[in-house]
């Protein structure tokens, strides 16, 4: 009997030395003459637990994690007596938290202070008992807590699938959603995208039922579909990971959208420093084309739809959508002035879908399952499912996908249980490099586009970046200013200019002449900035930094300015 | 367009950045994206995956084949961090500045990388050997500090890692 195992390809797992346990695996097989089978499928998001190893069985997937090259060997030895073992489970002791030693030696396992890990496999079928001795040893994956607690519609494959099996895919779900619109009109994908109460997920939250409604309604003799994954946010890799882990999802949400509007082409806009994405995402292409997923006949409808991976070149401003047409056209990537909307005159100057990434991606679930599903979950105006991401300064950091509504505080402290570095967490930067610092008193605010707004704070794309108290709240408004004069693409000057001396303004400030002085120009900075930039780059680089100065003074060495930063346009 | 004409243009090839080889192959490449919509940034990586950089001689090239000004082609080559004027070093690091990375201790083991090398950030070691990049958000942010070594992911950086990676690219 071959065995199969999962070891995630995923860059996140990667980057933890995933690749050095799969060869482990493999040569370890080998020499004890276990047949396996490797999948490199997506990561399911555990980063604290990456490289996570599964290992399929009767009873489901069994995970271990985080494994070290060193452990392979152990592991391996125990597999190959599991299945010929019918004995009940191993003397060792069920792992729960705090229990485990593991195999290496130098420094303790970080899992042992893990005490979220739901314990074993009561109950459950025998042949993965033997499994449970091993010192990292975690469970079925899906009882681990952290993945039980979530409502999975657009990561439901991520991390469980191999992502470049167009039959894994299918047999996961996938396709029924693009099945399902083949057979409807236009109006009526746009209908149920509407009806879902679907919101852009890129930042701004815009209802994608009324952008995608827009461009069917515009004329043209072409259109475009294009796929925002530029995700340049620090603390977000929820694009990255399901270009890793489930490309098939994007394309197959990129078809239906060609479907509603009337586009036969399609651009996917990635970034350079994402080449393990692109990678995987220009593989997928490749198998949906050969597979008649993609191309002149889709699925032999007789419908066409085809897709252009395009990379970036290092430009944080080429996510402004009209910035990434424009980069798309091989320009620079200078934000153009609105209107004209790109629904309306956009890629080349023809009607133009442009969405996020997990937008598109949230699209197959809805005709799949029915606009009435999706919009069950969330709160207030945001329906559906929001991938939060737990990034920085935290024990349990990952993505966790959700009902919009959770608290911040849930998140931070239940779920991704506090700071990595075990002291008070101080500060949480929400929505990336242009979102607000929220200090803890603000933990009740529940994750939504408007909850958000009303504390002059925003969601953004999800990303979480939680600081402990070490963090000098002064330097990180600096270095919002900074990175905005680094990355500004220098159209207009409040941004381009603004940002310069916003970094100055706040070097004095930290050098202590004058403060309340110069307190007061940044304000005033901030506010010309906010009110006169012509996209958010300018725009909301004052949330950070007056986010900083607001709840943080005693950082700036002052007394809280009056009045709070007024919500944004 | 033939050689000879660009060899003649003052703001075009100097023989000596380019030989006649590299400058077929340079209109190689380019002539590989005939018929593709907006070329210029896929024209441009395919350079400088070619040639470790985007030499100034291909920018009239160009700006000619894809019928812009040479002030819009330089506009672009110059507007990106991604593309190189100068060749970089036998290896690149790339070191996350980002936030998430901040949080985890990321501006230390950037002075130690610095430290290391002995170099600034944009800086390519005397002997070429290294080239240290700042990149803002390599999508790790999960296991942060993070870096990208020649393309290579590495997480959870500290000074023991930070100091294997110095070791590794600049024995
Ligand atoms: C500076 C800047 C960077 C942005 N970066 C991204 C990004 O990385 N991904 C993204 O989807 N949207 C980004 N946006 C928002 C896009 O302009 C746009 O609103 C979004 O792609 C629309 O898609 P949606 O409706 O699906 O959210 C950015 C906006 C600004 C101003
Ligand atoms: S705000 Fe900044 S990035 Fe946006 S258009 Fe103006 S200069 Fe460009
Ligand atoms: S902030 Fe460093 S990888 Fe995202």
Redesign the pocket.
């Known amino acids: 009997m071959t065995l199969r195992i999962f070891v995630p390809g995923d860059s996140g797992a990667l980057a933890v030395g995933a690749d050095e346990v799969a060869a482990a695996i493999a040569a370890e097989a080998g020499k004890q003459g276990l047949a396996v089978t490797l999948v490199r499928n997506g990561s399911r998001g555990l980063y604290w637990l990456e490289p996570l190893v599964e290992v399929e069985t009767p009873a489901g997937r069994i995970a271990f994690g985080p494994v070290t090259p060193d452990e392979v060997q152990e592991l391996v030895a125990g597999l190959a007596s599991a299945p010929a073992d019918p004995s009940p489970p191993g003397e060792g002791p069920p792992r729960s938290g705090g229990g485990g030693v593991g195999a290496s030696p130098e420094e303790p396992h970080p899992s042992q202070s893990f005490a979220r890990i739901p314990s074993p496999l009561e109950g459950r079928d025998r042949a993965a008992a033997p499994f449970t001795s091993h010192p990292l040893y975690l469970g079925p994956t899906e009882d681990i807590s952290f993945l039980k607690r979530q409502t999975r519609f657009t990561f439901a494959r991520c991390g469980v699938i191999d992502p470049l099996s167009l039959e894994d895919y299918r047999a996961a779900g996938g396709l029924k959603g693009l099945q399902a619109a083949l057979a409807l009109t236009p109006e009526t994908i746009v209908d149920q995208v509407t009806q879902a109460g679907l919101r ?5 939250g ?1 209802p ?1 039922g009324i ?1 995608w409604k827009t461009v069917l309604a515009a004329e043209g003799p072409r259109k475009f579909v294009v796929t ?1 994954a ?4 620090s603390g977000t890799f929820a694009d990255r990971m399901l270009m890793e882990g489930d490309p098939f999802v994007l394309i197959e949400g990129m078809i239906i959208a060609g479907l509603a509007v009337g586009a036969s082409h399609g651009y996917i806009y990635s970034r350079s420093e994402y080449p393990h994405a692109n990678r995987v995402m220009e593989k997928a292409l490749a198998i949906a084309e050969s597979a008649g997923l993609l191309g002149m006949d889709i699925l032999a409808s007789g419908r066409t739809f085809t897709i252009e991976l395009r990379i970036g070149a290092g430009a ?2 080429c ?3 009209t910035a990434l047409l424009e980069s798309i056209e091989g320009k620079r990537g200078q934000v153009r002035a609105k209107p004209p909307l790109p629904a309306i005159k956009g890629l080349f100057g023809a009607p133009t879908v ?3 990434l997990l ?1 598109l991606a949230s699209v197959p679930f809805i005709l799949a399952e029915g606009a009435a599903a999706y919009a069950a979950v969330g709160f207030g105006r945001s329906r559906g499912t929001m991938a939060v991401q737990l990034a920085g300064n935290i024990r349990h950091g990952g993505l966790f996908e959700t009902g919009f509504g959770v608290s911040l505080g849930e998140l931070v402290e239940d779920i991704g249980g506090g700071t990595a570095t075990g002291r008070p967490v101080k500060a949480v930067q929400v929505g990336g490099p242009l979102g607000a610092y929220f200090p803890p008193s603000l933990f009740d605010t529940p994750f939504d586009y408007e909850a958000f707004a009303a504390r002059d704070g925003l969601i953004g ?1 999800g990303g979480i970046v939680v600081f402990d108290d070490t963090v000098e709240m002064a330097q990180q408004a600096r270095f919002a200013m900074e990175f905005c004069a680094i990355e500004s693409c220098g159209k207009c000057t409040p941004c381009r200019i603004g940002s310069t001396r916003g970094v100055e303004v706040v070097d004095r400030i930290i050098a202590g002449h004058d403060v309340e002085a110069d307190a007061a120009l940044l304000a005033d900075l901030c506010d010309t900035m906010k009110f006169g930039s012509l ?3 300018g725009g909301f680089t004052p949330y950070p930094v007056m986010s900083a100065l607001t709840h943080f003074p005693q950082d700036f060495g002052i007394v809280p300015p009056n009045g709070r930063m007024e919500a944004a346009e | 367009m033939s050689q000879s004409r660009h060899a003649k243009d003052p703001l075009a090839v100097t023989p000596k950045e380019l030989s006649g080889a590299q400058l077929d192959e340079l209109l190689t490449i380019i002539a590989g994206f005939e018929g593709v919509e907006g070329a210029a940034l896929p024209i441009l990586h395919a350079i400088q995956s070619a040639f470790g950089y985007v030499p100034q001689a291909a920018v009239p090239i160009l700006a000619d084949k894809l019928n812009r000004s040479r002030a819009e082609i330089h506009g672009v080559v110059t507007f990106y961090h991604d593309f190189r004027s100068q060749p970089a070093g036998q290896h690149v690091v790339k070191l996350c500045r980002a936030e998430a990375c901040q949080s985890m201790g990321g501006n230390h083991v950037a002075e130690v990388v610095e430290a290391g090398l002995g170099i600034g950030m944009g800086e390519t070691t005397a002997d070429g050997r290294v080239t240290l990049e700042p990149v803002y958000c390599l999508g790790l942010c999960a296991v942060a500090p993070a870096a990208m070594v020649d393309g290579r992911v590495i997480g959870r950086l500290d000074e023991a890692k930070a100091g294997a990676l110095i070791a590794e690219v600049a024995p």
């Open positions: 852009g997920r890129g930042g701004a815009f994608t952008k925002n530029d995700e340049g946010d944080y401003v996510g402004e959508e442009i969405n996020n937008t794309h996209c958010a780059l």
